[in-house]
Structure formats: C-alpha cells, structure tokens
C-alpha cells in the first residue's frame, strides 16, 4: 500500500514561523494512521519566496499544501487524504 507523504518544510522562514513544533507530527498521529504515512523533512519548499501561497510555515500532505501550518490542520489533512484513499 503506498503511504501518504508528508513534507514538512524545514528551511530558515518556515522553522522561524515555527515548524519546529510540527516535528512532533509522529509523536501525536495515532499508531494506526503512522502505520499510513511517511513524514519527511525538507529543505526550503518555495513557497516563502512566493505570493499567494499564504504564510509560513508550510506542510504538504502528498499534493495539498497547508499554509501557516499547525498539528491540528496537518493531522485534519492527513485524516481527510486517508479517508480519501480508503473510498
Ligand atoms: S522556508 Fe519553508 S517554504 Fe521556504
């Protein structure tokens, strides 16, 4: 089964905008959705560098990118994407 990626953005704007917290992701996700997902760090997405994209810190999970990211809105997304997956 291919699990759903998640990228969280690493670079400078987005760790000071505070990604450093997303970093627990695996820490809070409950061991039945982990077993689904691969978390990913990453270097600099580019999306700080762009308009319209909304503001750091930025997650992807696979395609859908979360702007000014929290747990709350990656675990929300990452729900909706297995869920989505699972029809
Ligand atoms: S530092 Fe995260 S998108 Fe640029």
New binding site residues.
């Given amino acids: 089964m291919k699990k759903t990626t998640v990228t969280i953005?690493?670079?400078?704007?987005?760790?000071i905008?505070g990604?450093s917290h997303l970093q627990r992701l695996d820490e809070v996700l409950d061991p039945a959705l982990l077993e689904q997902v691969e978390i990913v760090g990453?270097?600099?997405?580019?999306?700080?560098?762009a308009n319209g994209?909304g503001k750091?810190?930025?997650v992807k999970v696979d395609d859908q990118l979360i702007a000014d990211a929290t747990l709350d809105k990656v675990l929300a997304q990452i729900r909706k994407t297995l869920a989505k997956g699972a029809l």
Avoid: E, I, K, V
């Fill in positions: 953005c690493t670079g400078t704007t987005c760790y905008m990604a990453s270097r600099c997405l580019g999306y700080c560098d994209h750091a810190p930025f």
